[in-house]
Nanobody, 127 residues
Framework: EVQLVESGGGLVHTGGSLRLSCAGS????????IAWYRQAPGKEREGIAL????????YYTDSLKGRFTIIGDNAKTAVYLQMNNLQPEDTAVYSC????????????????????WGKGTLITVSS
């Protein structure tokens, strides 16, 4: 079965950094693209970044590109999200998702463009 497991969430102070991990298993990693999304309380789910395993290219939502970086490790079938200069408004549940055929994407897709999801990990940024 396809599994995606996020880790690295927790409490961080304003201005701090976190590195999230997404471990994938149960699928051929290089046939999928992996993306990170977040959903803050009372807000819509928002795409952050996309990693295309086939060519190791990356795509970002423009507003977040400066502070967030996606890193893929095909050998480990894992994807990471480096988050810097975190702000209280970054508080959200962060999830990774995989898309079969997603290596044909050329931007971060809306949530319904992804096929499998992890359970999410909560990031709380304290002021």
């Amino acid at each position: 079965e396809v599994q995606l497991v996020e880790s690295g969430g927790g409490l961080v102070h304003t201005g701090g950094s976190l590195r999230l991990s997404c471990a994938g298993s149960g699928f051929t990693f290089e046939h999928y693209a992996i993306a990170w999304y977040r959903q803050a309380p009372g807000k819509e789910r928002e795409g952050i970044a996309l990693y295309k395993s086939a060519d190791r290219s990356t795509y970002y939502t423009d507003s977040l590109k400066g502070r967030f970086t996606i890193i893929g490790d095909n050998a480990k079938t894992a994807v990471y999200l480096q988050m810097n200069n975190l702000q209280p408004e970054d508080t959200a549940v962060y999830s990774c998702a995989a898309a079969r055929g997603g290596n044909f994407y050329s931007s971060v897709p809306p949530w319904y463009g992804m096929d499998y999801w992890g359970k999410g990990t909560l990031i709380t940024v304290s002021s």
